[in-house]
């Protein structure tokens, strides 16, 4: 896994991690950043302060999402959501492969201005270096007596929708692995009935920074809309693929061209349920919410995805499609029935073999789907399948025509962006 830094002035979270390619030890924790400090009530301020926003793909600020959970009544708790079920998403692996200590920092000052007494960490449970790492360092921990709250690894079965963070609470509830329609929402009721804050492992790894440091040393880094600094992933057609840090404001185009992306081609934004965008036009955008809100994109967990000229951009929506519609929870008809269908739709569209009227179909069923799901997995695979179908127009003119371009030909049988291997059907629990 290869994981580089931009300017030193980026370098935070990302301290240290080309001088060893392992976890840090508690006592290498201390040297970088200081030991923990004192916990507060007034860290929810702080983060609000701040600016800080969430950085699992929603975007929520931080802040509001601690005082929420800090105004219920009773005992609450803390879940940190290491799941990271982006195929081709690494930053949350990279940041617990290095720094495991800022994460659980963050994870306990965070229970301790909230008022939880319990801190759980959800991974996937197919990653068993990662929890044996992990539970190595809360185990330091432990020894070192320096956290007031338990904190407990959990290895959850990996589903592309069991990172959803109703899907965390219902597991840990017992249930299985899926999303749950709010309300109630989590921080009302969650694990055990009790308020929950559920984080995403940068987004308490930043919070421990912002306890260290402050709100005016976060806002240090960044844009005004955009402050302190992102894990990005970048992956696909680069040369130098791998996690970066960056800060808020970056172009999409600085990243592409760190990373080592060719300057022609298009790309996809905000993972495998985001948007195709020419990579000409893409550059130009800050990889911020409100910088690629106008484009109709939008930064999501910060994966950056370079599709090469020479690849076909419907044959690789396809395999998105197949895999999306796999990973469905199939609690609803637009999982079970209507992504099943798009992704064949764009099956025939690929290979050139359209049966009569798939356009229009294929336009009728991404028009009725939005919104009727379940969860919000359906809505982000109409949004692929739409954006594809405008990024790569003259390409599904000609596929639907039965004239399927040079690159399907040439790589109908490569393998392109990362699709995981199916997995055997029920293990939700």
Sequence with gaps: MSTQTTRPLAARLTVGWHQAARPASLGEHHARYGPRPEAGRDLAGAVAAAGLTGRGGAGFPTGVKMRAVAARRGPAVVVVNGMESEPASEKDQALLARAPHLVLDGAVLAAHAVGAGTVHVCLDRARDQQITALMRAVGERRRARVDPVPVMVHGLPRHYVSSEETSLVRWLNGGEARPVTAPPRPSDRGVGRHPTLVDNVETLAHVALVARYGPAWFRSAGSSDAPGTFLVTAAGAVAGPGVYEIEGGTLVGDVLEMSGAVDDGFVLLGGYGGTWHPM??????????????????????????????????????????????????????????????????????????????????????????????????????????????????????????????????????????????????????
């Design 280 to 429: 000409r036009e893409a550059a130009q955008l800050p990889l911020t919410a409100a910088g690629l809100r106008a484009a109709g994109a939008s930064p999501g967990a910060g994966l950056v995805l370079a599709l090469a000229p020479s690849s076909c951009g419907l044959a690789e929506t396809t395999r998105i499609l197949g895999y999306l519609a796999r990973e469905g929870a199939q609690q609803c008809g637009p999982c079970r029935f209507g992504l099943p269908a798009i992704a064949d739709d764009f099956a025939q569209l690929a290979a050139g073999r359209p049966e009569d009227g798939v356009l229009d179909r294929l336009h009728r069923r991404l028009g009725v789907i939005p919104g009727r799901g379940a969860c919000r997995h359906p809505d982000g695979a109409v949004r692929l399948a739409t954006s594809a179908l405008n990024a790569f127009a003259s390409d599904v003119r000609a596929h639907a025509a039965g004239h399927p371009c040079a690159a399907f030909r040439r790589g109908r049988t490569a393998a392109g962006l990362p699709i995981p291997r199916p997995r055997a059907e029920g293990q939700w629990r």
